[in-house]
């Protein structure tokens, strides 16, 4: 598919857009109130195949839960072997995950900002399912560990920056936002990449 084919297949054909509106609210779901599929897909409180029988009656997750990430049990196995695995949550693993994120990409993890949205930047943060985050970490993916600009693939270093500050510094993950701001690209690889996930 041809880039310009695919930005309007993505909605991104515009030179610019108006201010998105918020048509319904997003309010934050406290954890303790979330049943079901709201469980299964929120990361944070998504146990995958630890939840106890009992946690599975009284969540209505009886018959639901696929084999998924354990965040919990994550930042625990980080925080005990912080210096072992801190290669592998953040440099030199990371710059893999960035040159692949793209094609990596399973549920969202970031905020993701596009300069065509800029007049949207307050909806969007109250999109962000945790109130208050106390600490972001921003990038516009334009110079990478050294990779140059990978666009919005670039995420992967916020997001692996703040698992550090979790893991080393104790920081509650549900207080971080890690943040990109896609202002395109211009490496020659993601534009030829059908599956570029920012703009072009």
């Known amino acids: 598919m041809k880039?310009?084919?695919?930005d309007q297949h993505r909605g991104y054909a515009q030179n610019h857009?108006?201010?998105v509106q918020q048509y319904r609210s997003t309010d934050y779901v406290p954890k303790s109130s979330a049943c079901g599929y709201q469980v299964l897909r929120e990361p944070a409180w998504n146990k995958g195949l630890s939840f106890t029988p009992d946690d599975?009656?009284?969540k209505n997750?009886?018959?639901?839960?696929?084999h998924d990430q354990?965040?919990?049990?994550?930042?625990?196995v980080l925080i005990d072997n912080i210096r072992e695995l801190m290669p592998l949550v953040y440099t030199p693993t990371i710059g893999d995950v960035c040159l692949q994120y793209s094609s990596l990409y399973t549920r969202p993890e970031a905020l993701y900002i596009s300069i065509k949205q800029?007049?949207?930047?307050r909806t969007m943060l109250r999109n962000w399912p945790y109130p208050d985050p106390?600490?972001?970490v921003v990038t516009d993916g334009s110079r990478i560990l050294g990779l140059g600009d990978l666009g919005v693939n670039g995420v992967g270093i916020s997001i692996g920056k703040l698992a550090l500050y979790t893991g080393a510094a104790g920081v509650d993950p549900s207080k971080t936002l890690p943040i990109v701001l896609d202002t395109g690209t211009n490496n020659e690889?993601?534009?030829?990449?059908?599956?570029?996930?920012?703009?072009l």
Do not use: Q, W
């Open 70 to 76: 354990n965040m919990d049990l994550f930042y625990r």
């Open 56 to 58: 599975r009656v009284s």
């Open 134 to 136: 106390e600490i972001c």
């Open 61 to 66: 997750l009886t018959g639901l839960i696929p």
């Open 3 to 6: 880039a310009a084919a695919l």
């Open 189 to 199: 690889d993601n534009l030829k990449d059908p599956f570029y996930l920012g703009l």
């Open 17 to 19: 857009y108006g201010e």
């Open 118 to 121: 800029r007049k949207s930047i």
